[in-house]
């Protein structure tokens, strides 16, 4: 089961990263927030994650996909806050 909680705790994780990702010019800060990512995914509601990962294992977990599976994250988990 997927609590409000759990998804409003994920949006505000998910969402204050992505708008320091998007803006950042530093590659070490972006991965430090890659890896802050992965580790989140790693313990959050596995109901969530499977909700938000549409079946890809590697989402929110890919380097080169990563800017893209961040604000679709953020986009999907706000959709589900209404």
Same mark, same amino acid.
């Given at each position: 089961?997927?609590? *409000? =909680?759990? +998804? $409003?705790? !994920? ?18 800060? *972006? =991965?430090? +927030? $890659?890896? !802050? ?46």
């Amino acid at each position: 089961m997927i609590t *409000k =909680d759990s +998804i $409003e705790t !994920a949006y505000s994780f998910l969402h204050q990263k992505q708008r320091i990702y998007v803006h950042s010019t530093l590659d070490w800060q *972006k =991965d430090d +927030i $890659e890896m !802050a990512i992965a580790g989140y995914v790693d313990g959050m509601s596995h109901e969530l994650y499977d909700y938000i990962c549409g079946g890809r294992a590697d989402f929110l977990r890919n380097h080169r996909r990563f800017q893209e599976d961040i604000t679709k994250a953020v986009e999907i988990l706000e959709k589900m806050l209404y």
